[in-house]
T-cell receptor, first 109, second 113 residues
């Protein structure tokens, strides 16, 4: 099946810093989503981005499907950005999503 | 949209007991997915339905696990003869038929003692 690798596994930042999270995947995909998992376990949709670039406030994402990677950018980070960020991909005709192991972000005041 | 809901939010059970979880998808979402997440890992796919048809089951879904979506609306996931290794967060997600974007519920956290 498709492999999904996220890097870095852990990231510690000072408030106000910028960061880039990466997601590499091993096959062509129909779907790629970025999620933020809050401390209670809820997965919050950040971006649905099988290709191209999207922005939402301080967050933006870029997927280069031909090179099989996606990047999530967080600018001017805040303590509320802390948590685990997951990339999930659905391989072409797979009907299901495969998640990476996540990047744990800690933003210190 | 009221969002995906799951019930119960927490379940503590003794080893060997049966448990059943419920998921209500977003209205008119015809695909419904179940995932399991253990500490420090990403969610792992268990099974998915398109309307009432169960289209795929993971090898993770042993014979003790069964899922249903009888009328193409809510779904149930039952675990028989629970084992300590079943302790995890069970997540449900749904999508519209013309989109791959998944929306997740809050999860059911199962603890088997």
């Amino acid at each position: 099946g498709i492999q999904v690798e996220q890097s870095p596994p852990d990231l510690i930042l000072q408030e106000g810093a910028n960061s880039t999270l990466r997601c590499n995947f091993s096959d062509s995909v129909n779907n790629l989503q970025w999620f933020h998992q809050n401390p209670w376990g809820q997965l919050i949709n950040l971006f649905y981005i099988p290709s191209g670039t999207k922005q939402n406030g301080r967050l933006s994402a870029t997927t280069v499907a031909t090179e099989r990677y996606s990047l999530l950018y967080i600018s001017s980070s805040q303590t509320t950005d802390s948590g685990v960020y997951f990339c999930a991909v659905e391989a072409t005709n797979a009907g299901k999503s495969t998640f990476g192991d996540g990047t744990t972000l800690t933003v210190k005041p | 949209d009221t969002g995906v809901s799951q019930d119960p939010r927490h379940k503590i059970t003794k080893r060997g007991q049966n448990v059943t979880f419920r998921c209500d998808p977003i209205s008119e979402h015809n695909r419904l997915y179940w995932y399991r997440q253990t500490l420090g890992q990403g969610p792992e796919f268990l099974t998915y339905f398109q309307n009432e048809a169960q289209l795929e089951k993971s090898r993770l879904l042993s014979d003790r696990f069964s899922a249903e979506r009888p009328k193409g609306s809510f779904s149930t996931l039952e675990i028989q003869r629970t084992e300590q290794g079943d302790s995890a967060m069970y997540l449900c997600a749904s999508t519209r038929g013309d989109s791959y974007e998944q929306y997740f519920g809050p999860g059911t956290r199962l603890t088997v003692t």
